[in-house]
């Protein structure tokens, strides 16, 4: 796994990171997440290499993407 992000005022400009904090304010809204988390999964094993990517907020600020990662040749992606 690895970490991606746009830097506040790089907003063209994806980076890895180290480290992201999720900060949800209710249980209902980390569920919320952890369903959607969960049907990405689902997505993934079913799809195969055809899973690209899917947009929590749908397009809103503060967008999680989980996506795949494709190794580089002679790289694992595990």
Do not use: P, T
């Not at 304010?25 to 690209?52: L, N, P, R």
């Amino acid at each position: 796994m690895k970490l991606y992000g746009y830097l506040s005022g790089k907003d063209d400009q994806l980076e890895e990171v180290k480290s992201v904090s999720l900060c949800f304010e209710s249980h209902a809204e980390a569920q919320k997440f952890a369903d959607f988390a969960e049907e990405c999964a689902k997505k993934m094993k079913a799809w195969g290499a055809d899973y690209d990517h899917e947009h929590f907020a749908g397009g809103e600020l503060a967008d999680i993407v989980i996506a795949r990662l494709v190794a580089k040749v002679g790289e694992s992606s595990r």
